[in-house]
């Protein structure tokens, strides 16, 4: 089946670590997304990647960093400079170049130790 | 700027009411593109809708309707009957081109009762 795959499900963070939050997709997209998600905030950007190799700053880009080295992959490091990373992290594909929908995977819930 | 307000966080309603969700976006743009997505508690965000600026005929797809509104920048979301499987966040984004980033509203948590 097609789809978005985020792992694990859940993680968490000690003080000062870095952590990766894994996002594959096998649809075919062009385009991925990250966000953040928070109570009672939506769904805020963190990084975006139109094409391979190449990605853009969000809303909240601070303390996070990506990498797009194949179609399939956009991996999600938080890094120790994120302050506050405890939230739900998504992440989404579409193609890129359209209007239509967001392909969304199950979530990642951060939590700090 | 572009903006999404969704003013209503939480609604409550027994099942088989009708309930209506609004959506009220800010944007300069003459072409744009609005959506709606469920997020059960699972946490995925399923796809609801996708409409564009140029086509402000209503929608309605089974029990659901969408009211698209330029004049008031509105794009409201009615469930008619409301089930217990209706229970979710519901979010109503807002995009600008092809190769802009979607911007979601704050999301409107729905509980139905039976």
């Known amino acids: 089946d097609g789809g978005i795959t985020q792992s694990p499900k859940y993680l968490f963070r000690k003080e000062g670590q870095n952590v990766t939050l894994s996002c594959e997709q096998n649809l075919n997209h062009d ?3 990250w966000y953040r998600q928070d109570p009672g ?3 805020r950007l963190i990084y975006y990647s139109q094409i391979v190799n190449d990605f853009q700053k969000g809303d909240i880009a601070e303390g996070y960093s990506v990498s797009r080295e194949k179609k399939e992959s956009f991996p999600l490091t938080v890094t120790s400079a994120q302050k506050n990373p405890t939230a739900f992290y998504l992440c989404a594909s579409g193609d890129a170049g359209s209007n239509e929908k967001l392909f969304f995977g199950s979530g990642t819930q951060l ?3 | ?3 999404v307000t969704q003013a209503q966080t939480e609604i409550s309603v027994v099942e088989k009411e009708d309930v209506t969700l609004d959506c009220v976006y800010e944007t300069r743009d003459t072409t744009y593109y609005l959506f709606w997505y469920k997020q059960p508690p699972s946490g995925e965000l ?3 809708i996708r409409r564009n600026s140029f086509d402000e005929q209503n929608e309605i797809s089974g029990r ?3 009211n698209f509104q330029k004049s008031t920048s509105s794009f409201n979301f009615t469930i008619t009957a409301s089930q217990v499987v209706d229970s979710a966040v519901y979010f109503c984004a807002l995009r600008k081109t092809s190769y802009d980033k979607v911007i979601f509203g704050p999301g409107t948590s729905l509980s139905v009762i039976p």
Do not use: C, D, E, R
Request: net charge positive; aromatic share 22%.
């Open chain 2, 1 to 3: 700027a572009q903006k």
């Open chain 2, 46 to 48: 399923v796809f609801l």
């Open chain 1, 31 to 33: 385009a991925m997304y």
């Open chain 1, 111 to 113: 939590s700090v130790l």
């Open chain 2, 64 to 66: 659901y309707s969408w």
């Open chain 1, 41 to 43: 905030q939506g769904l």
